[in-house]
């Protein structure tokens, strides 16, 4: 049986999942009441305008004065109704506590991600046979062995590539990769438990070079399957162009930006991850355009830091050396 929580933000995140709610206008109001997030954190999160935004949980407020919904936790009938939209939003904290930058709203990037793992943990004791939550738990887990080596010491981002792996807690990892395995034994395989895979194949690898690029590719094949989108499709491309064929996942990029609305979504990530593979197959005219491109469309001042550096890398004349270097939205750091 289901034991009861008395967790006050477990039972805010699914009062504001309610089915009664579109899902449109109930995450960013999660995202503000739960997540403690300021309105210009959660526009760039969900690719939208500030006004769009307070819109939206304008809308979400008086959609539950409407509808009666009450604040409590559901009973076990209802957590299926309301499980994918609490997972989604947990993720999309975790996403933003480990973006670049000092604080998201009134939460530090370390606070937002702990607050994640934690609600999370919650979440699991309540469905310990729920493979998603554990598929997420380990997601996160994963990610977050990594947030010490994550930044040099002037504050600067570390991309993947580049850290110091002796700094990744392994402690976390072990846990996270316990956790993986245990969910996907169980048989129904998701989307959270795919990318945790992902995130378990980068820390069995002792260096960046060891990385298991085929199998990453493979999984991101399977990720594209069952739940199909233009970010798994930019990582899958990233990790087939790290297996040794650029030309292949430059091509797949170049389909993605076909579709007028990618590109936005994408942001930034679109064209650093094709200036990456530029630059594997010696274009290195091309890769300079592309990560200039990417450093105008970054978001926040680290990652334009970085892909500043890596475009004056690839500028015209003798390369420029620089301590970092980075790899933008393939791979996750």
Known sequence: STAPSRDDSLALLFSCAHPALAPAAAIPLTLRAVGGL???????????????????????????????????????????????????????????????????????????????????????????????????????????????ARTGPAGELVPLDEQDRTRWDPELIAEGTARVER??????????QLQAAVAAVHAEATDWRDTDWPQIAGLYEVLAGIDPSPVVTLNRAAAIGEAGQAREG??????????????????????????????????????????????????????????????????????HISATDEMSGGVPG
């Not at 969910?183 to 959270?192: D, F, L, S, T």
């Not at 355009?289 to 469309?297: F, G, I, K, N, W």
């Open 183 to 192: 969910a996907m034994r169980r048989g129904r395989v998701g989307a959270y």
């Open 38 to 148: 300021a309105t210009p954190e959660i526009a760039r999160l969900l690719l939208l305008t500030e006004p769009a935004v307070n819109q939206r949980i304008h809308r979400a407020k008086q959609g539950i004065r409407d509808s009666g919904v009450r604040f409590r936790l559901p009973t076990p009938a209802e957590w299926p109704a309301r499980l994918r939209a609490v997972l989604h939003v947990l993720y999309l904290l975790a996403t933003i506590g480990n973006a670049p930058g000092d604080a998201v709203g009134d939460l530090s990037h370390g606070d937002a991600a702990a607050e994640a793992v934690r609600l999370l943990r919650e979440l699991d004791r309540l469905l310990p046979d729920e493979p998603e939550v554990g598929g997420l738990l380990a997601l996160v887990l994963l990610t977050e062995s990594r947030r010490p």
């Open 250 to 319: 430059l091509a797949m990029l170049d389909a993605l930006a076909e579709d007028d609305a990618v590109p936005r979504r994408l942001g930034h990530r679109l064209p650093a991850a094709r200036a990456h593979l530029l630059s594997r197959l010696g274009d290195r005219a091309g890769a300079h355009e592309a990560y200039r491109a990417a450093a105008a469309a970054a978001t926040s001042v680290p990652e334009r830091d970085l892909l500043v550096l890596r475009a004056a890398r690839c500028a015209p004349g003798p390369p």
